[in-house]
């Protein structure tokens, strides 16, 4: 079937640092996503001050946009480099501290203190470390996760996500037996059976 062609499909945590190295980074939009302009209500739904979480965020632009408007913003990331270039870009001044229950993982966060992103992996991250969000903006979180590990990712954030809480989730549509990802190819089908 077109999803087992890419099921097997893995990369791995020092492909991604390269990328980041080599300014192989053609899913940063500089402008921010229209897609996010176009849903905002949704994942606002009229409440202001929520907190929003950013899987994998590289330097998404979106994240200063959103702490603009008064949100608390969370991120995660695997690349250092990728966290300083977002506040050496916005001119944020920032501070950066070790996480005490994450072996290697350090804490960046603005003076503002309204954006705070972690060093590491996803899955180090637990809600008793971060905290539960209003609202979450899945860019290019899902489709970037190695198939193996959907499950495990999917299950991590629903433990982050309050009853309440928002889900913007993009996902890509093509042919997978043409490209073999990343970005992985995930079927609507495949989003409900692991979100629900």
């Not at 499950?151 to 928002?166: D, G, H, P, T």
Request: hydrophobic share 35%; charged share 20%.
């Amino acid at each position: 079937s077109d999803v087992e062609s890419q099921k097997e499909g893995v990369v791995t945590e020092e492909e991604w640092l390269q990328k980041w190295e080599m300014g192989n980074i053609g899913f940063h939009k500089e402008q921010g996503h229209p897609l996010l302009q176009k849903y905002l209500d949704v994942l606002l739904n009229g409440r202001s001050g929520l907190r929003i979480f950013f899987p994998l965020c590289g330097k998404a632009v979106e994240m200063k946009w959103l702490a603009d408007m008064g949100h608390s913003v969370v991120g995660v990331e695997v690349s250092e480099q990728a966290v300083k270039e977002f506040f050496s870009e916005h001119n944020l001044p920032y501070c950066e501290e070790p996480v005490p229950e994450i072996s290697g993982a350090k804490m960046f966060q603005s003076t503002s203190g309204n954006i705070s992103l972690y060093c590491c992996s996803i899955y180090d991250l637990s809600s008793s470390i971060v905290g539960k969000f209003d609202g979450v903006w899945d860019r290019g979180a899902l489709v970037a996760v190695n198939p193996c590990d959907r499950q495990r990712y999917a299950s991590l954030m629903i433990s982050l996500v309050e009853k309440n809480s928002s889900y913007l989730l993009v996902t890509v549509s093509y042919d997978p037996n043409k490209h073999k990802g990343p970005p992985f190819y995930v079927p609507e089908s495949e989003v409900k059976s692991l979100f629900g």
